[in-house]
Every structure is written in C-alpha cells, then in structure tokens.
C-alpha cells in the first residue's frame, strides 16, 4: 500500500543549526503536511501545502510541496530548545475521505542548548 | 474554544479484557478519527466517522470497533485484548469529513497498557 519514508530517523543537533528533514513517496499526493509532536501530547499541525512547488513559511519553518507531488521537505532554522519533538510528515489527496492521510514514522529531534 | 477532549488518559488491561475509549471533538467538527500510535508502527489509522457514519476503516481486526453520537462525540472499544493492543490511541477532529484535506486536531491521547 501507500507509504511514506521520512528521514532522518533522528537528529542530535546544537542549538542554533538549521535543520533539514524530507518525506517520500511513490505516490503522487495533492497535499502534504507537516505535524509536531511534543512528549505527552497529540501531534500539532504546523504547515499544510497543497500546490506541487508550494514553500510555505510558519516562523522560522519552511516547508515545500516537491515539483514531482512525491516528496516534501522541511527546514528549521536557527533551532531552539523548544523545537525538541517528532516531526510527522502527512500526505492525504483531497477530496477523499480522512482516512486516506497517512504519516510517516517520524523524525526525532533532539537539541542540545 | 476547548480542544480535544480524550478520556481516560492512562489505563492498565489485562489480556482478555475490553477497554472502552472517549474522545469528545472540537465544537463545531462532526469528524472524528482514530489512530493507534506505536513506537514500531507508527500512526496508524484506524476508523473515521463523520456524522455518526463511519466513513473509512483501516486494517484493523474487527476487534477494534466504534461509534459516534449525535453531538459528534466519539468512542472506540478493544474488545478481548493482546499484548500488542498497548499503545497510544490518539483521537482527531476535523471541520469537513469527506473531502478531507488532512488538517486535523488531535487530542492529548489514551495510553493503554496491556498485561
């Protein structure tokens, strides 16, 4: 079935550094999202893209929608203490039921003061 | 404006056992998903009901069940529960159902453990 590879699993980085993370797919989608999660808590929508080519900025997070309507990216930039958390890629073609979004299994973040 | 209402927070099963799961939306959204999270599986979705409707399943055993009332709250039940039913079951809410564009307000969750 339809999947989506997010990479890295993980990161250690320092306080400051930018920070890249990709999601990919065979599949073509229509719209890609990014979600963060925070220990104990529910995942929290952070940008939502749905134009293949789309960048889309929340803050000091930059995300776009790749050309191929497979892949998209996330950056963070100058990162914080509070940007700690796991990062889900999502992927839904709109006009679909709910039940088509799926995730990616996440990418880890840990940053170092 | 309240958000995701998930009840109980933590509960401990043992195997056999049913457990039943409460998650009241956003005022105003009439759909309602449910995802297992797992630290091997990821999320993963499990049903979505949309005005008492269940509008999509995922592969799940029938074991996994659920509803939604008139006033858009929802419940999923476990019935006869396995060690690898523990997980966290985390409820979304969402304005539109059908025609979904993947925005969804998820809850705090329900951490379940199995014995």
């Known amino acids: 079935g339809q999947q989506l590879n997010q990479s890295p699993q993980s990161m250690f980085i320092q306080e400051g550094e930018d920070v890249s993370m990709n999601c990919t797919s065979s599949s073509i989608f229509n719209t890609w999202l990014w979600y963060k999660q925070e220990p104990g808590e529910g995942p929290v929508l952070l940008i939502a893209?749905?134009?293949?080519?789309e960048l889309t900025s929340n803050g000091r997070l930059t995300a776009q929608f790749g050309i191929t309507r497979k892949d998209s990216f996330l950056n963070i930039s100058a990162s914080i203490p509070s940007d700690v958390g796991i990062y889900f890629c999502a992927a839904v073609n709109y006009g679909g039921s709910q039940g088509n979004l799926i995730f990616g299994k996440g990418t880890k973040l840990s940053v170092k003061p | 404006k309240a958000g995701v209402t998930q009840t109980p927070r933590y509960l401990i099963k043992t195997r056999g056992q049913q457990v039943t799961l409460s998650c009241s939306p956003i005022s105003g959204h009439r759909s309602v998903s449910w995802y297992q999270q797992t630290p091997g599986q990821g999320l993963q979705f499990l049903f979505e009901y949309f005005s008492e409707t269940q509008r999509n399943k995922g592969n799940f055993p029938g074991r996994f069940s659920g509803r939604q009332f008139s006033n858009s709250r929802s419940e999923m039940n476990v019935s006869t529960l396995e060690l690898g039913d523990s997980a966290l079951y985390l409820c979304a809410s969402s304005l539109r159902g059908g025609g979904g564009t993947g925005e969804l307000f998820f809850g705090e969750g329900s951490r379940l453990t199995v014995l």
């Open positions: 893209l749905y134009k293949a080519g």
